[in-house]
């Protein structure tokens, strides 16, 4: 039923771009709060962006912001995370997930639906 899918992820040099996606089926994407996390191997889950579904802010992790933006069409119910400069601690499994709350949480278990999450290596 519920079903939250990424794509985009691949290999890319140092100061590279990516764009993410995160499709959503099953239910409107446009009413959840919606955020990226990303894990690397021995790392902890780390929050990296959300787009409200209250107002639509939006929130960057201070590693990411000035670089990362989160976005959203609601028409083709996708949230996107475009990623520019890429550096290596970059590198990691990059997830999105949705939750009910009206605004965004670092808390992974805030968020109640996950993606299968999709690789970004950053490596020259």
């Known amino acids: 039923q519920v079903q939250l899918v990424e794509s985009g992820g691949g290999l890319v040099q140092p100061g590279g771009s990516l764009r993410l996606s995160c499709a959503a089926s099953?239910?409107?994407?446009?009413?959840?709060?919606i955020g990226w996390f990303r894990q690397a191997p021995g790392n902890k889950r780390e929050g990296v962006s959300c787009i409200s579904s209250k107002d639509g802010s939006t929130y960057y992790g201070d590693s990411v912001r000035g670089r990362f933006t989160i976005s959203k069409d609601n028409a083709k119910n996708t949230v996107y995370l475009q990623m520019n400069s890429l550096k290596p601690e970059d590198t990691a499994v990059y997830y999105c997930?949705?939750?009910?709350?009206?605004?965004?949480?670092?808390?992974?278990?805030?968020?109640?639906?996950w993606g299968q999450g999709t690789q970004v290596t950053v490596s020259s």
């Open positions: 997930a949705a939750t009910k709350l009206l605004y965004g949480s670092r808390r992974s278990e805030a968020y109640d639906y």
């Open positions: 099953g239910f409107t994407l446009d009413d959840y709060t």
